[in-house]
């Protein structure tokens, strides 16, 4: 009897049982940035622009790095899947020993903002603005990286429920602060684009001091080495680097091009530039849970490929595809035939004229006109990369970022500094980039090289006689637990 699509391993349930924590995860951080562009625009359209063009550039600072922290997720959960968990807690120390490293970056780039910030040309109250909520947010950059890390040891395992309690909690914490110290309520003074900052960054040290003391708790360092681990493992840290640094440059050169996109644009004009941000901010609403599904992708390719199943791994892949299409094409819908009811929200305590707020208004809707075509190629961009970077593949994912990411910062700077595009040209642009992008990956995993690669290494023990490799790791938990304890090697 054929099994059904929900049931099926690698199924719908498996799938959505992984990815819908991950999803929420996604929207509470998404709801944390659209919460201070939102209260920003009620002070002023300025203030919105600054922080959004100065948290892109602060992001794309600290996204190499982190890139190579979050790749601990594929360490975790081939282990995972291979019945190693003693590998585990090294593995997470090794990223959160990458994000202490990297840490002096966060103090030597504060000092520099003012000089970094200069090359956009914008204009000089936006720049003041830029410059002070990018030096705040670079006092939670470390935390990010760490909370990246140690986030993990439980979305690699497929433990994501803990990751969507974790994310949530802190979303809630920052939106209370946010409101609180951007506007001047409960004894606070009102310090509008820097309360924005230290909102940000006091949620993203209270989560990692909260995954950290979820980490060391005593049944996960006797299980799985959280503290015993903790010594810094030089083959294991250089094969982090090894397959983590390519995914990293891949996330380094997606956000620097679009990074400077969104500062080129401040160079069109102050509507263009705040009209953008409007549809950056919106389309996050798509882009976000999809991100959330591709981290579930990478975790079961991950664990599929531990138990020597590509089979599964590709399965999870295409089953993470129609879930992620089916999503996208609703939220398109929506760009097309109601923006008002996603602008709605940043328009409710703006005093701006208005006419310059119908002029917005109309400029943004159309901008997520354009998002709506590019939708479904960017989601399968997203779950296919994933899908072989959950593998191991990452020099080819860095190669074609490399040459795809300069691609596009020159295409940037022809449509806007020298074939002078308006508007709609520049993003008409960046949608066929994107677009270029899904080809490429869906090409590749149709290829099929990543199904023989494995970033761990080789078990000593042949466990297929103990464990039923039909079942998904979830199912063999009780298994993996009693393996646990059992010598690694002969």
Known sequence: MKTSWWRRPAGGREV????????????SWTVMTFADRMFLNWVSETAMSAAFSSSVIWFAVFCLPMGICGYVNTFVSQYHGNYQPERIGPSVWQGIWIALIITPLAIVIVPLAPWIFSFTEHSVASTQQEVLYFQILCVGGPALMISTALSAFYSGRAKTWVVMVVDAAVSCVNLVLDYVWIFGY???????????????????????FIYLVLFLRRENRISFFTLAGARFDRELFGRMLYYG???????????LGFTVFIVLMGRVGQMESAATTLAFSIASLAFMPIWGVSMAVMVLVGQHLGEDRDDLAAQATWTSLHISVAYIGCISMLYVFAPDLLLHGFFA?????????????????NLLKIVAAYNLLDATFMIFVSAVKGAGDTRFVMTVSVLMGILLGVLNWLTIDYWKLNIYGCWATVSIWVCAMGVIFLLRFLGGKWRRMRVIEPHLIDRSAVVDTNLSPSENGAIAGALATEPTCD
Do not use: C, H, Y
């Open 16 to 27: 959505l049982t992984v990815a819908l924590p991950l999803v929420v995860s996604t929207i």
């Open 186 to 208: 409960a004894g606070f003074p009102e310090m509008g684009i820097a309360g924005a900052g230290w909102a940000t960054t006091t949620a993203l040290w209270s989560k990692a």
């Open 245 to 255: 640094g390519p995914s990293g440059v891949q996330v380094l050169l997606d956000v």
């Open 349 to 365: 305590g703006n005093t701006a004229p208005l006419a310059e707020q119908e002029t917005l208004r109309t400029m943004a809707a």
